[in-house]
């Protein structure tokens, strides 16, 4: 399927505002959620903030899904259920005003921001029903991606810059 001009035009802004924003972004593979093979060959490693390499990349493929990798200090919390998300947000209230995108599957992403010299590795399962992606190493589906059987990803808190990200609550930490 093949995105009528203006489709492409409002994409591309969409992928400038990430950029905006401070984050990269990579093509994915159309209706999918793995790095678009022939775009980036090496995966999110090629992720990129440069104007030119994404419009590149969207007008040779213009229905590919869009991945963001979050920045070093950013911490994407991936909540895989609904009950997972509504135990966090009842437990950190101040975890509701964070940027956050809802998933296909009921699911969110949280962006959120580290605090200066903590590490966490990417992909661990410290809290139940959640993976930790971002920080420079991990890659999360972004809106406007959509599945192939419909299903779309869409901002429920719009993103911000990094530094203007909530802090991850320190208990979230221990």
């Keep these: ?21 401070g984050y990269a972004v990579l093509p994915l593979v159309p209706g999918e959620k793995r790095p678009h093979f022939r775009l980036v060959p090496h995966g999110l490693k090629e992720a990129s903030q440069d104007p030119a390499t994404l419009e590149a990349w969207w007008r040779s493929c ?3 899904g869009v991945g963001i ?7 994407v919390l991936d909540v895989d259920q609904g009950e997972a998300w509504e135990a966090l947000r009842r437990d950190f209230q101040a975890l509701e ?4 995108q809802k998933t296909p599957k009921g699911g969110v992403h949280l962006f959120l921001r580290l605090p200066e010299g903590v590490k966490l590795s990417a ?9 930790l992606r971002g920080m420079g190493r991990a890659y ?4 406007p991606t ?12 719009p993103l911000v810059r990094p530094e ?4 991850v609550p320190d208990a979230l930490l221990v």
């Design 140 to 143: 999360v589906v972004a809106a």
């Design 62 to 64: 213009p229905e590919a």
């Design 1 to 21: 399927m093949r995105f009528p001009k203006a489709n492409c035009t409002t994409l591309l802004a969409v992928l400038q505002r990430y950029v905006r924003l």
């Design 97 to 100: 005003a964070a940027p956050r």
């Design 164 to 167: 203007a990200l909530p802090p």
């Design 123 to 131: 992909s661990v399962r410290a809290i139940p029903g959640v993976d």
């Design 146 to 157: 959509r599945l192939k059987d419909g299903r779309t990803y869409a901002w429920e808190v």
């Design 69 to 75: 990798l979050a920045p070093e200090g950013v911490l």
